[in-house]
């Protein structure tokens, strides 16, 4: 359904505020005026397809169960979709210990967790103000030194 992806910077700041079941309860990005634009990727989708089908597809990618949180953003050459899911994690729960601790704990629940969350998202270049001091909290509670060590004493303990 992709036929090619093309650099773009969120025309709305985002942050990590929201825990995701599909992420085994970790954190998650979502637009959140306390964070700031990041460098992503707008995926361009073969012609052709229907907007119902690309939002059911979205939907699924997104694991969300139904088109709520699911917005159009004005742009004149061409539609453009996002996934403006709410912050559902607590304003004490937002601090960069907090957010490592939920992630940590997330990892035990299978290879979709937090930790890989935010090392896929620091992988192709998202930097939120709290990105550096939520990894750092990561690696100080695990003992490691980057985030894809840090995932494999978490996922099989002795």
Avoid: H
């Avoid at 599909?22 to 306390?34: A, N, Y």
């Avoid at 397809?49 to 694991?63: A, F, H, K, Y």
């Avoid at 004490?92 to 704990?105: H, I, N, Q, T, Y």
């Avoid at 992988?123 to 909290?137: K, L, Q």
């Amino acid at each position: 359904m992709i036929d090619d992806r093309e650099p773009c910077r969120t025309p709305f700041p985002v942050e990590y505020g929201r825990k995701s079941a599909k992420w085994g309860g970790g954190p998650t990005l979502t637009i959140d005026s306390r964070g700031g634009p990041v460098e992503g990727e707008r995926l361009i989708l073969a012609a052709g397809l229907g907007l119902g089908e690309v939002i059911d597809v979205l939907t699924r990618r997104e694991g969300i169960p139904s088109a709520d949180g699911i917005i159009q953003i004005e742009n004149r050459s061409m539609t453009e979709l996002a996934c403006a899911l709410p912050l559902n994690l607590a304003d004490e729960d937002l601090s960069p210990g907090r957010l490592a601790a939920r992630a940590v704990s997330s990892v035990t629940t299978g290879p979709q967790n937090g930790v890989t969350y935010l090392r896929g998202a620091m992988e192709v270049g998202i930097r939120t103000p709290r990105t550096e001091r939520y990894a750092e909290e990561i690696l100080r509670a695990v003992g490691c030194e980057t985030l894809a060590e840090a995932e494999r004493p978490l996922a099989s303990p002795d």
